[in-house]
């Protein structure tokens, strides 16, 4: 197995796993965007263009999805 195929398997497990467990935690919600950014890293090793563009739209996405429930997590009262 080649690195370029490993880095491909090892974005996927994290987005799969992330979005299994997002509403766990914001945390989870990031964790997913990075996996796309690694698969969109992927992507363009491979030169699979609609794929690259595809998985960074998807980080884009869940970027704003973690800020928004990051910021919306800081408004909540303390107790």
């Not at 766990?24 to 690259?52: D, E, M, N, W």
Request: charged residues 15%.
């Amino acid at each position: 197995m080649s690195g370029t195929e490993a880095l491909g398997i090892f974005a996927i497990v994290i987005m799969v796993g992330s979005y299994a467990l997002e509403k766990r935690s914001p945390i989870f919600i990031a964790s997913f965007a990075v996996g796309c950014i690694l698969a969109a890293t992927y992507a363009l090793l491979i030169k699979s263009y609609p794929f690259l563009v595809a998985e960074g739209v998807w980080a884009v996405i869940a970027a704003n999805r973690w800020r928004q429930s990051h910021s919306s997590d800081s408004l909540k009262p303390q107790t």
